[in-house]
């Protein structure tokens, strides 16, 4: 079976998408069955972890076309160009193409699907109209109205944190993190993660916020950055000011094992709030963008975190949701145990197991075979 990733990443985008196509990847590549990943060459991009996780890496020109109001600003080259350049890089008929793309809609996926017998769309905006025989949404609290205008009536949709793409380490490390949770007595750790690019530097803003903050230990403080990090060298000069232990992790491969450790986390929303709420890692989530704000909310809401808006002088509500952590114990239990009710980490799983055992699906795998 041929499936191919048509995903991008980069310093302004992040890394995000990438990760959780890997993801879903490594699991089907269980299953025996020719996987590769078609990508433009944007600056800061992290083709090295694909190569390196052993897949196919086809790299598509970074195109100069600043100038071009044709351009799609996720895209960076008008949608037209890019779907060509797309089947430019299949080498015939494929199987089932993922595509997970804030910059790609319908049109591009009514003009690539000669190529492909199936298309599966990983989205979580729920803004534009899109052509596929698979929707996925992990989003907490997503509900099948909110795309009904906008994919056909046969589209199967998986949605839900139920179906979250979540590296197994998470999985495995779950009980023993609910555990430690019920031992919390005051914050001892804190990781600090706004992703592989932290395009706005949140992170070194929030390190000069922790250092203000009375604790009742003194805590270390992990900053977790990408490769595609443009602040790196700043937050370094910022952490020789501070009084605070501060460690600055790049490119770290085992993330579950620093959200066991961590007492609390202060980053943004997106795929790494379902692997918090897997360890029932109680959360500071700063809302940084648009696409963020309904995860920020339906988290909130269920008590799994505390949101926080970037537009409305956070600076002072997040050193008083740390206050309120760090000084009340029922406060960190309760978050901590809603968290872990969100999800439970093996959406992975769920989601490659419909992929290979819908009946229409199944079929289509015997007539290849015949």
Known sequence: MNIVFRVDSSSEIGVGHVVRCLTLADELL???????FICRDLPGHIGDLIHKKGYVLKLMPCLNLKNNRQSNSWLKVPWSIDVADTVNMIESKIDLLVVDHYGI??????RISPYTNKIMVIDDLANRKLHCDILLDQTFGREKTDFIKYVNAKTLMLLGTKYALLR???AKRREDANTKRKLYMGIKHVLISFGG???NNNSEHVLRLLSSIEFTNKPTVDIVLGSGSLNKCEIEKAIKKQKLEINVLMNVDDMAELMFKADVAIGAGGTTSWERCTLGLPTILLIDADNQLLIAENLDTAGAVYAVNKSSGYGESIKQKIEI???EFSAHHLMSQSAAKICDGLGVKRVAEKLFSLNEFNLFLLSLNE
């Open 105 to 110: 809609d319908a049109k591009w996926h009514q």
């Open 197 to 199: 690019a932290d395009f």
């Open 168 to 170: 197994p380490q998470f």
């Open 325 to 327: 952590l760090d000084r």
């Open 30 to 36: 269980i299953r025996k069955v020719k996987i590769t």
